[in-house]
């Protein structure tokens, strides 16, 4: 489970994320949404621990990430947004370093083979980093966030770059991961797959939640029909608080 | 801790193995590694064999400089280095972890300290590394020459400096740290103490300035500058590394032993203290890694204008002020504008530079250079476009990566290459004349009928050398690759000839014959331009045929 209370993240002076309080439970898929520099990463980064919060609390399995930061991190898993893979690193080495970070060797060769034989990288791993395409990173990443057993998992924009096969075992991993009741997170700009793969959306807006709830819940916020899409809910929610902000400061 | 060995030898040995793998890496860092090995070697046996029986020219000269001023000059260098140093890391980040740790380290529950740990441990051996490398690399030939042995004493140099670094460099590690994660709270902290920093050299350069309007001796002044109470305090260790430094001419006393402690008890001491910190080390790390390496993607591609446009991002120069062309033109005409513009926003300051400095030029010409060559001036310009075209040629290559962009415009290729070589052919035509009218106006023995000349021929030469150097730049467009750039520069070379030979012949011409001037210089440029076509025809064929896939 993954809660995160009131959270807070300046970048020097740039307010990126402001008071921003969810939580995602155990086999629960949230979506993260919102436009280009609403702080999605930013989120993300603070729950992972990458950058410092300025305010705030976050707590992994009730764990609070400020005070037992490894043990807190030990359950989490993050697929950056595009992530950049260490290129001197064959495939195989790279999913060996990441288990042996996480300290779970055991049966390691046998997992990695079936999640790389999944993403059709086996062949490839061997191979350095270095000669992957854009969209076998990615699949990497991906791999090295489920090599080792989280309860939360954190996606950055995952399914940019993936083909069609890896995005379908991507969705199914998901599932079953759901399934095994872990909390997933999900922050991306593809409204269809987040509409049909989350049980609730969190929209983000200049660093601030604006709308939050499953597709109905949100629908009905947005004011429109039971067949409205995400889509149409997403452009008229942001849309809306874009009006608001104007007529503050008119 | 396993893990962070694991991915660091890792990387080493697959890195070993890439390089041993393709022969187009490996030679170049064969050739490197005789290179610097053959010095290295050679330091060694300068350092071992110091016997007298070898035949070594006296330089004895050098032993009487004083030692005094020798160290002072350390000090200073030392001092300045470290304040320099100090006052950087309140501004820019300096712990630079790339993005791959970024991306996968960071997260993972190995704790930040021992990432912290790991990182400095790999940075300060090879620190290390380079300062004992470069003690023997350029100080062996030195001691030689002063038939002193580096040994053993130059080990306590190598250790001093090295200490002195590792010092300075936790300090201005902690003090990163500390203001770029508590910016608005410590900001006030951060002014005083930069403020401090600013204050130590200005107070001894007054106290410099009060001895010399006392004694009237400027040398005096500036030791006393140096030597000022305050720069002692401040920068002891700095004065203590100076002196160690000098340990192979010097010998090490007692009390220097003790300094010699407390270097290291100082490294030690911020080491700790550096580790002891609790904010998080992974931030500052954030916006420079990517930074840093688009950078080096960037230098190592050749590219300068994503220097460029990295050093403009760094400015904050978002919005483009100040003169620009207005917009033309339509195809061809169209992508002429678009490089004019973005050279002139790339390279504002340097026009501007090169605006000013033929100023300055042509009035150091004009106090000091004897007549002749005065009224030589044209031949030196030639020179100089000649060099200016092959210069221009990294940065038609580093062009070259938007070819995917321009291919696919619904444009003859030759008329792609025509307004790429006339955008380049403006700015070089445009400097050279700034220059050869600062010299018409400010060098009277230079405004004469050969300048005149030179200056109806420049647009066309420009046109005819940059034109021909398009070519091999097409033919060779790699510019990691050391062979193609070698040929690429040769080819260059050979074609620009053909044109700067004729303008010379053309400058040299009215002392030669008496054929009417203006129609040697209409033949001439004519010449150039035909030139320049062929050039820019072939060109565009080279470029219609060019892959940029395969770099
Ligand atoms: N390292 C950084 N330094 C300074 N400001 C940053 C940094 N990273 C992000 N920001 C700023 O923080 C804000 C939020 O950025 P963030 O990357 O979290 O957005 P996002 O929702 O992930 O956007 P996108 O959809 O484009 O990925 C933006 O205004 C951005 O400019
Ligand atoms: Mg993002």
């Known amino acids: 489970m993954l809660r995160v209370s009131n959270l807070v993240k300046y970048y020097k002076r740039t307010l990126a994320v402001d008071g921003v309080s969810f939580e995602v439970a155990n086999g629960e898929i949230v979506g993260l949404l919102g436009p280009n520099g609403a702080g999605k990463t930013t989120t993300l980064r603070c729950i992972t621990g990458i950058v410092q919060p300025t305010d705030g609390v976050i707590e992994i399995d009730g764990i609070n990430l400020a005070e037992r930061e490894e043990e807190a991190k030990r359950r989490l898993a993050f697929v950056p947004e595009v992530p950049t893979p260490y290129e001197m690193l064959t495939v195989l080495e790279h999913l060996r370093f990441i288990a042996m970070a996480y300290q779970t060797m055991t049966r390691f060769e046998e997992r990695a083979e079936a999640l790389l034989r999944r993403f059709e990288l086996f062949d490839k791993r061997n191979d350095l980093v270095l000669s992957l395409s854009k969209g076998m990173k990615q699949k990497l990443a991906v791999a090295c966030a489920f090599i080792h057993e989280a309860s939360v998992i954190l996606l950055d924009e995952p399914l940019i770059g993936i083909d069609p096969k890896g995005i379908r075992e991507l969705k199914e991993m998901i599932g079953t991961a759901r399934q095994e009741s872990k909390s997933i997170l999900i922050s991306t700009h593809m409204l269809d797959t987040a509409e049909r793969l989350c049980d609730r959306i969190i929209i983000l807006r200049k660093g601030v939640v604006i709308a939050e709830g499953s597709l109905e819940e949100l629908s009905r916020r947005a004011k429109m029909g039971e067949d409205a899409t995400l889509e149409d809910v997403f452009l008229s929610l942001t849309e809306e608080s874009d009006r608001v902000e104007g007529t503050d400061i008119s | ?551």
């Not at chain 2, 004992?132 to 053993?152: D, E, H, T």
């Not at chain 2, 300094?259 to 904010?279: K, M, T």
């Open chain 2, 1 to 551: 801790m396993k893990a962070l060995i694991y991915l660091e030898l890792s990387q080493l040995i697959n890195s070993i193995k890439n390089i041993l793998r393709s022969p187009k890496r490996l030679i170049p860092t064969l050739l490197i590694v005789v290179w610097v090995g053959g010095w290295f070697v050679q330091g060694l046996l300068l350092l071992v064999a110091d016997s007298p029986s070898h035949q070594k020219p006296d330089f004895g000269v050098l032993r009487e400089i004083p030692i005094e001023t020798v160290e002072m000059i350390v000090f200073l260098f030392l001092s300045i280095g470290s304040a320099l140093v100090v006052y950087g890391a309140f501004s820019s980040s300096m712990l630079i972890f790339n993005i791959s740790h970024i991306d996968f380290l960071f997260p993972t529950p190995i704790s930040r300290r021992k990432v912290l740990l790991f990182k400095l441990l790999k940075d300060y051996l090879k620190l290390g590394m380079w300062i004992a490398f470069f003690f023997l690399f350029l100080g062996s030939p030195v001691y030689s020459m002063l038939r002193v042995s580096m040994l053993p004493w130059g080990a306590v140099s190598i250790a001093a400096i090295t200490a002195l670094a590792l010092t300075v460099l936790n300090l201005a590690h902690t003090i990163n740290i500390v203001f770029t994660l508590g910016y608005e709270r410590l900001r006030q902290t951060g002014i005083l103490i930069k403020a401090v920093i600013i204050l130590v050299p200005v107070s001894s350069v007054a106290y410099g300035l009060y001895h010399f309007s006392r004694t009237s001796n400027g040398i005096a002044g500036i030791v006393s500058a140096v030597e000022s109470p305050v720069m002692n305090v401040v920068f002891a260790p700095a004065k203590w590394a100076a002196g160690l430094f000098l340990a192979p001419l010097t010998g090490v006393t007692p009390e220097q032993w003790g300094q010699f402690g407390l270097l290291w008890l100082l490294a030690a001491g911020s080491f700790v203290l550096l580790l002891s910190r609790n904010e998080n080390v992974y931030e500052p790390s954030l916006g420079v890694s990517i930074k840093f390496a688009q950078r080096r993607a960037a230098a190592r591609s050749g590219d300068f204008a994503v220097l460029r446009v990295a050093a403009m991002r760094e400015k904050g120069s978002r919005r483009v002020s100040g003169l620009g062309v207005p917009p033309f033109g339509r195809g061809a005409n169209a992508f002429l504008w678009k490089n004019l513009i973005t050279r002139y926003r790339l390279y504002r300051t340097q026009l501007v530079l090169m605006a000013i400095l033929p100023l300055l030029v042509v009035a150091i010409m004009s106090r000091f250079l004897p007549a002749d060559l005065k009224r030589g001036a044209p031949f030196v310009l030639t020179y100089l476009v000649w060099m200016l075209s092959l210069s221009a040629q990294s940065e038609i290559r580093s062009d070259l990566k938007y070819a995917n962009t321009i291919k696919p415009m619904p444009i003859k290729a030759w008329k792609l290459v025509l307004a790429q070589v006339i955008s380049s052919v403006c700015y070089l035509t445009g400097g050279v004349l700034l220059l050869s009218g600062y010299l018409w106006l400010a060098v009277p023995e230079a405004r004469n009928e050969t300048l005149v000349v030179f200056m109806i021929i420049m647009p066309s030469l420009g046109f005819a050398n940059i034109a021909a150097i398009t070519i091999p730049s097409l033919m060779y467009p790699d510019i990691s690759d050391a062979s193609q750039n070698y040929l690429c520069s040769v080819f260059s070379f050979l074609l620009t000839l053909f044109p700067s030979v004729l303008t010379i012949i053309t400058l040299l011409m009215p002392k030669m014959l008496s054929a009417p001037i203006y129609v040697v210089v209409t033949i001439v440029c004519l010449i150039n331009i035909l030139f320049g076509m062929a050039g820019v025809v072939l060109s565009g064929e080279l470029f219609r045929k060019f892959d940029p896939t395969s770099d």
